[in-house]
Structure formats: structure tokens, C-alpha cells
């Protein structure tokens, strides 16, 4: 009975997605805003990504509220979590040496990649959130690696609030300086493909790059404490 | 090319549906990651290293480390 039903369901669903891609021609783009973005991005935003340009210059509202999306989750977990919490300390078992040497060896070097794709955001692909994710799976590793140790929560919270400080400022500045609209790119645009070039661009990437780092360092180390 | 794609497009077929099937919880998780890997390989191929780099660190990383925590945490056997 249970297998019929999802049967059906699935067949709904599947009917639906045919009727609704049934019209689109594939591969064929049917919107005229990609090639705009192709043609004028380089120039209007000083970036030589043009996926970041559009995440962070045009779209960039849109990023504050993925954002804010994800600090919202993160703040849920905690919530959830943390209402059962300080249970009688037990000995924690230490991680095997070739984990903890390897951890010990990996630890920076994943850290200083992760800010490099968040700072590099403008130039190269990848960006603040995709760096700040390589950051939390580096502190994931020093939790796997050397037990006991943990990031204070404090530290995690000021980074946090900071990036979105950063990130509301920046925007505000541009409404007040800039021109008429929100995160409006105010500062000069530089030589394209250096690092300093982009105006604003790769500040709010490097503010995003801290507070998803710093959300998710938090996510983890909730669940590490809760699975102890 | 074509060829590679379409062996990696079925690779993830088949680690996906044994991602389904399998009893042990862990096994599931590395199949499931596997198909992110596989996929950020895939968006790679289509010229768009950004997604690439966000399903690889996300996807294969970081979700595959939470189902593995709460796998600690419950039972680790499918009845």
C-alpha cells in the first residue's frame, strides 16, 4: 500500500517536472541577461570572475539574504542543541598519532587555502562562501585530529557578527556615498586582474568568508560536543 | 569526452541507488558523497569550477561529517 502511494506521488512529480521543461528548447539560452553579463561585467564591476560579479554586484541582495538564511539555520542548531548540554565529563579516547601528526601538518595549510579562494574570490573561481566552507572543514579536522581542544565560542560569535557587520556597512556606505541604491560599488575599480581592483567587491567576500566560516565552525562544533 | 562523462554519469547512478539500499549507515554516507564528488567533477566539465568548488567542499565534506556524527550518536544497522 505504502509503495503504491509513493508510486503515485512520484509519478505526479515526474509529470510535473516533463510539463514544466517541456516547453524549453535545451541548450538554448532564453533569457537576454547572460550575455549581458558576459559583455558589460568585466568593465562595469572591475572583476575578473564574472560569477563573483554577479553574486556580489548585482546580485548582491540576494547574497545578503542567503546569508541570513544560514546564520538563521545556525542559530536554530544551537538552539536545538543546546538544551541539553553539560552532561558529567568523560575521558575523551586520543585520536592515533598518524592522525593527529597528520592533522597537526594539514590544519594550516587548509586554513590558508580557504582564505586565499575566499581573498581571490574577484579573480579566480570561488569565492567567500566556498572559502569559508574550506576553513570549517579544516577546523573539522582539528576536531577529528586533536580531541578535547576546542575553538571558544566566544571567538566564534565576535568573527560572526563581525562579517555581517562589515557586510551591512559596506552596503550602507555605498547607499550614502555611491549612488542611489544598496551596496552600491563606491570605492575605485582598479587595474582588472590585480588584487586590489573591484572596489567593494572583494571586502564583502572576505566579510562573507569570515562569517560562514565562523557559522559553521559553530554548526560543528555543536554536534561534536552533542556526539561526545 | 564523451565517453568519460557518460561513464562518470552512470558511476553516479549506480553509487546513488547503493547509497539506498545499503544496511550499513556509513557505507550509505560514502555513496552519497560519492555522487557529490562525482558530481563537482561533472560541473567541472561543464566550465563551472565556482559550483565545482562549492559541491565538492560542501557536499562531499561537511554533510558527509554531520550524517557521520549523527550516525555516532543513533544506530549505525538499518533494520
Given at each position: 500500500m505504502k509503495s503504491i502511494i509513493s508510486l503515485i506521488l512520484l509519478s505526479v512529480i515526474a509529470l510535473g517536472i516533463a510539463i514544466s521543461l517541456d516547453?524549453?528548447?535545451?541548450?538554448?539560452?532564453?533569457?537576454?541577461?547572460?550575455?549581458?553579463?558576459?559583455?558589460?561585467?568585466?568593465?562595469?564591476?572591475?572583476?575578473a570572475n564574472i560569477v563573483t560579479s554577479v553574486v556580489v554586484?548585482?546580485?548582491?541582495?540576494?547574497?545578503?539574504?542567503?546569508?541570513?538564511?544560514?546564520?538563521?539555520?545556525?542559530?536554530?542548531?544551537?538552539?536545538?542543541?543546546a538544551t541539553r548540554r553539560k552532561k558529567e565529563k568523560r575521558e575523551i579516547e586520543p585520536a592515533s598519532l598518524v592522525l593527529y601528526a597528520g592533522c597537526r601538518f594539514l590544519f594550516p595549510l587548509i586554513l590558508l587555502f580557504g582564505a586565499y579562494i575566499s581573498i581571490h574570490g574577484h579573480l579566480t573561481p570561488g569565492g567567500g562562501f566556498q572559502g569559508g566552507v574550506v576553513v570549517a572543514s579544516a577546523f573539522l579536522l582539528a576536531y577529528l585530529g586533536?580531541?578535547?581542544?576546542?575553538?571558544?565560542?566566544?571567538?566564534?560569535?565576535?568573527v560572526e557578527s563581525l562579517g555581517g557587520l562589515v557586510f551591512i556597512v559596506v552596503g550602507l556606505v555605498g547607499l550614502a556615498v555611491g549612488g542611489h541604491y544598496f551596496l552600491s560599488n563606491f570605492l575605485s575599480k582598479g587595474e582588472l586582474n590585480s588584487l586590489f581592483s573591484a572596489g567593494v567587491i572583494p571586502i564583502i567576500y572576505i566579510a562573507i568568508g569570515l562569517k560562514v566560516g565562523s557559522e559553521l565552525t559553530g554548526v560543528i562544533d555543536h554536534l561534536v560536543e552533542e556526539s561526545e | 569526452?564523451?565517453?568519460?562523462?557518460?561513464?562518470?554519469?552512470?558511476?553516479?547512478?549506480?553509487?546513488?541507488?547503493?547509497?539506498?539500499?545499503?544496511?550499513?549507515?556509513?557505507?550509505?554516507?560514502?555513496?552519497?558523497?560519492?555522487?557529490?564528488?562525482?558530481?563537482?567533477?561533472?560541473?567541472?566539465?561543464?566550465?563551472?569550477?565556482?559550483?565545482?568548488?562549492?559541491?565538492?567542499?560542501?557536499?562531499?565534506?561537511?554533510?558527509?561529517a554531520v550524517f557521520i556524527i549523527a550516525i555516532r550518536r543513533t544506530k549505525r544497522y538499518e533494520e
Open positions: 516547453k524549453i528548447p535545451f541548450g538554448v539560452p532564453k533569457t537576454k541577461i547572460g550575455d549581458y553579463y558576459i559583455d558589460k561585467g568585466r568593465e562595469e564591476t572591475g572583476a554586484n548585482y546580485r548582491c541582495f540576494d547574497t545578503l539574504g542567503e546569508v541570513t538564511i544560514l546564520f538563521i539555520a545556525a542559530i536554530g542548531l544551537g538552539a536545538v542543541l586533536c580531541r578535547g581542544r576546542r575553538v571558544s565560542e566566544t571567538g566564534i560569535k565576535t | 569526452m564523451i565517453l568519460v562523462i557518460s561513464l562518470l554519469i552512470l558511476l553516479m547512478l549506480v553509487a546513488a541507488i547503493a547509497a539506498i539500499f545499503f544496511k550499513d549507515l556509513i557505507n550509505a554516507v560514502i555513496a552519497s558523497c560519492m555522487v557529490s564528488l562525482i558530481a563537482s567533477i561533472l560541473f567541472y566539465f561543464l566550465q563551472a569550477p565556482d559550483v565545482a568548488m562549492a559541491e565538492a567542499s560542501i557536499g562531499a565534506a561537511l554533510v558527509s
